[in-house]
């Protein structure tokens, strides 16, 4: 069996089986879903299958909220947002979603870079840092602009909803819009404004997202960050009062239950993988994070 080697991807066409499971009910889908979706959020609550396990995707996506809220992850940080703000996530990057509250009521779209490569666009999502891999994922928009951004969304449910192939071009457009008046709101962070622990932590956070499948040791990181594991320990207990140990383990357990749930691996694969581990070890270093085994998780 060929192992693959990073992390795997939800392909756009299992993304209804994977957010809607074995409902008898389904969203309609256009002929372009793989490049461009959107819906409305109300009364999609009953129909979603919360917790949504850790996972990444080929596209882009974000949820913005004008009532209720929701709580998602971006890589090892768990966000929770309300009405008024947006939610982005980059191409790639491992989330899980936990819940969203029942008056929930907004816009969830996705979209892939394809569309503005196709406008001769190629480099222009490097002009958002919202949608950057180590960026917050999170923008709070005042009230008063509401009206804007509805207006934007409705259109481009509009587009979607007799979505051809020559129009893809307009997605693009408006979908440029929106980005554009979003980044107006965009609070950029700062090194400046950070202790020299926050800033380790972030960039260890951030590693350990895009590397773990080829490190999975504290050291190596620490390497990566140019500091010695000793001081990486100490700047990460200093800001989450856990270990660097305990970062990278729930980075694990994360890729874990994404090759679990996702991958054709067997358990045993699975564990020399991402671990390096014998099956009967990788099963009590899961169940000692999740209290149940790898083949409990997986069925």
């Known amino acids: 069996m060929n192992k693959p080697e990073k992390v795997p991807l939800l392909e756009i066409s299992s993304l209804d089986d994977f957010h809607f499971g074995n409902t008898k009910w389904q969203f309609p889908f256009s002929d372009s879903h793989s490049l461009f979706h959107i819906n409305r959020l109300e009364g999609m609550h009953e129909k979603l299958i919360f917790p949504l396990p850790p996972h990444r995707k080929t596209v882009f996506d974000l949820i913005f909220l004008t009532k209720g809220s929701s709580t998602r992850s971006k890589g090892l940080s768990r966000y929770t ?141 620490a390497d990566l960050l140019s500091v010695t594991a000793n001081h990486l320990n100490k700047c990460i207990k200093q800001t989450t009062n856990k270990t660097a140990q305990d970062l990278l383990n729930e980075m694990l357990i994360m890729e874990a239950k994404s090759l679990l749930k996702y991958s054709n691996l067997h358990i045993s694969e699975i564990a020399v993988k991402l671990c390096n581990q014998t099956s009967s070890n990788f099963a009590r270093f899961f169940k000692t994070h999740t209290g149940m085994t790898p083949k409990e998780y997986q069925s």
């Open 81 to 221: 947002f309300t009405g008024n703000q947006f939610f982005f996530l980059p191409a790639n990057q491992i989330t899980s979603h936990e819940c969203m509250s029942e008056d929930a009521e907004g816009y969830f779209l996705h979209f892939d870079d394809e569309i503005f490569r196709t406008l001769s666009l190629s480099h222009v999502l490097k002009d958002f840092p919202f949608l950057d891999f180590l960026a917050n994922p999170i923008v709070t928009v005042p009230l008063k602009t509401q009206k804007t951004f509805l207006n934007i969304f409705e259109r481009l449910d509009e587009l979607y909803k007799d979505l051809r192939k020559q129009e893809l071009s307009l997605v693009g457009y408006y979908l440029l819009v929106l980005l554009t008046e979003v980044k107006k709101y965009a609070i950029i962070e700062k090194h400046t404004n950070k202790n020299s622990s926050a800033i380790v932590t972030h960039q260890y956070k951030n590693f350990l997202t895009q590397h773990i499948h080829q490190k999975q040791k504290v050291s190596d990181y």
